[in-house]
């Protein structure tokens, strides 16, 4: 896999990460329907929470190596 590629794939799961938490802080504070399911619906959005930030915190810290490496090839060229 090229490197424009994979960065193109952690961009997407990067989005995909941000909105699991953006779905996670809705079900937990604005959906009725989770509220009423009481235990289970803390556990389906803490869930989405989750699932948000396995997707997203990873993905940024190799991007942020990936670009500090290609920052450095160009400097010393």
């Known amino acids: 896999m090229t490197d424009e590629k994979l960065m193109v794939c952690l961009k997407i799961c990067i989005c995909t990460?941000?909105?699991?938490?953006?779905?996670g802080?809705?079900?937990h504070n604005f959906n009725d329907v989770i509220?009423?399911?009481?235990?289970?619906?803390?556990?389906?959005?803490?869930?989405c929470v989750d699932?948000?930030?396995?997707l997203s915190l990873p993905?940024?810290?190799?991007?942020?190596f990936l670009l500090v490496m290609r920052e450095a090839e160009t400097c010393h060229k």
């Open 17 to 23: 990460g941000i909105s699991f938490i953006l779905l």
């Open 25 to 27: 802080v809705y079900l």
């Open 35 to 47: 509220e009423a399911m009481a235990v289970n619906g803390i556990i389906i959005s803490a869930m």
């Open 51 to 54: 699932f948000g930030m396995i």
């Open 59 to 64: 993905t940024k810290m190799y991007l942020t």
